[in-house]
């Protein structure tokens, strides 16, 4: 964990995530939260690690997401050598399709 961003802000923040129950809910304290550009962004990532996990090379995943190269490789760089959140939250999300 970064103990940069470790700070009670923060952790009051996730809090608050972590009190939502619905896609609702989490669009209504989303969209208070951040612009629609920092959302799609955050949205972005997520569609970007989604693809890597896949196998997708960077060229397709530009070209069906938008994110530039910089981008694809931040995100593959947290992907590898990060601290697992997406490989968590990408196991959870599994385990709940099932």
């Not at 997401?65 to 959140?85: E, F, K």
Request: glycine share 4%; net charge negative; charged share 30%.
């Amino acid at each position: 964990m970064n103990k940069k961003i470790k700070t009670e802000a923060v952790d009051s923040l996730f809090d608050a995530v972590l009190c939502l129950k619905t896609r609702e809910e989490c669009y209504s304290f989303f969209e208070d939260l951040c612009t629609v550009n920092e959302l799609l962004s955050l949205s972005q990532r997520f569609e970007v690690a989604a693809m890597l996990k896949s196998r997708k090379t960077y060229l397709e995943i530009a070209e069906k997401t938008g994110a530039s190269t910089a981008t694809i490789s931040r995100v593959n760089r947290s992907l590898n050598y990060g601290n697992d959140g997406y490989e968590m939250v990408f196991a959870r999300m599994e385990d709940v399709q099932k």
